[in-house]
């Protein structure tokens, strides 16, 4: 609590530093979350473990931006990054609440905002929760327990990539171009098993297209592997990921759709192990007024091991948010949050299933 007071207080000091200096905007949220979680293991119809759990979790963002003039700017968002999610559970010795809550840097970026263009570099945030390209891209097969479905790169990524990235006007849209690091191996050198170590990292192209046909909003992507990159279940792959987003208006709400499609047929330079899979995440989403709700459907077809494995997972988020107080200073809300994931294993011979259902209630303050 100290280490976030100083920064606030450092944020307070730097914004009224000097009338040369630009104006530095400072905001962010604070959360606490009561969660309950239930999960249950069935092999071939037969449950092998059962387990629940009550959680009592909370987590601090700030935020803070400076406009530089003539359409710099520079944005950054100071959050912990030693717990999932940046959610801290409460813990600790009976009476004594020991654990820490550790401030640092987790997105920052800076650039430029033209009339018809915009350039900006840094750890880019990527708003994965509502466009699940990076998770299906990073996550097409299980790893332990973090899936395709269930937001993983926003819980267990943070929500942010280091890039570049350009965006102009094409046409009646906006065309960006995302040069991503999703892994740096540079530090294993020259060997003949790991061979350039500069061309070990792993970079990709995100490439997205948002135009308007009448009031549907239509963006086709791609997040393209330039070199072998690192992912939950194999390393040292180039997959493909194509799809796009859709939403369409309808009164007072909106309908959101997604579909995206991964491919990966690459062979593992160090082991010379073969990787084939492919796979395909579907979405629907739909928000009117407080209520928001999506449903998510990925099924994976793994062909590396000897046996082709089938994974499928479904998944249903359901929230109500509350207004309790807002202002043009902040807002306070609480929002009760349903989540269930159901997902299976098949390779032929053992079928394997894994389902959680977790309730949970945000209490929430932005300032």
């Known amino acids: 609590m100290k280490k976030m007071l100083s920064l606030a207080a450092m944020f307070a000091v730097l914004s009224y530093a000097s ?156 065309l960006n171009a995302t040069l991503v690091v999703l892994d740096n191996d540079i530090t294993l050198g020259d060997t003949a098993a790991e061979g350039d170590g500069i061309f070990n990292d792993g970079y990709a192209l995100h490439l997205a297209y948002k135009t308007s046909i009448g009031d549907v909003t239509l963006e086709p992507q791609a997040l393209i592997a330039l070199t072998d990159v690192d992912g939950g279940a194999y390393q040292n792959v180039s997959p493909n990921t194509f799809g796009a987003n859709v939403t369409i208006p309808a009164g007072k709400s909106k309908i959101g759709m997604s579909g995206f499609y991964t491919v990966c047929d690459d062979t593992n330079p160090n082991t010379n192990a073969k990787v084939d899979y492919n796979g395909y995440l579907l979405r629907l989403k739909g928000e009117s007024g407080p209520v928001m709700a999506w449903v998510d459907y990925n099924h994976t077809n793994d062909n590396s091991p000897v046996t082709d494995v089938d994974y499928d997972n479904l998944f249903v988020w359901a929230q109500y948010n509350f207004k309790v107080h807002e202002s043009a200073m902040g807002s306070f809300s609480l929002t009760p949050t349903i989540r269930y994931r159901a997902s299976g294993k098949d390779n032929g011979l053992t079928e394997t299933d894994n389902n959680q259902l977790r309730g949970e209630l945000y209490a929430t303050v932005t300032f």
């Not at 969660?35 to 959680?55: I, P, W």
């Not at 994965?128 to 937001?151: K, W």
């Open 19 to 174: 009338p040369a200096s630009a104006e530095l905007k400072i905001g962010g949220d604070a959360a606490v979350r009561l969660r309950s979680e239930f999960t249950d293991t069935e092999t071939n119809n037969v449950k092998t473990s059962n387990t629940d759990e009550l959680k009592l979790q909370y987590r601090i963002r700030l935020k803070a931006s400076a406009d530089l003039g003539s359409g710099y700017f520079f944005k950054t968002m100071i959050q912990n990054e030693s717990n999932p999610g940046s959610w801290v559970t409460v813990a600790g010795n009976p009476g004594n609440n020991d654990e820490h809550y550790a401030l640092e840097v987790s997105n920052f970026y800076f650039g430029r905002v033209m009339e018809c263009s915009h350039y900006q570099i840094g750890r880019l945030p990527l708003n994965s929760v509502n466009n699940p390209i990076f998770d299906l891209t990073l996550v097409p097969i299980p790893a332990g327990n973090i899936y395709a479905v269930d937001i993983p790169v926003a819980t267990y990524s943070f929500d942010r990539v280091f890039g570049l990235n350009y965006g102009t006007k094409v046409g009646n849209g906006d």
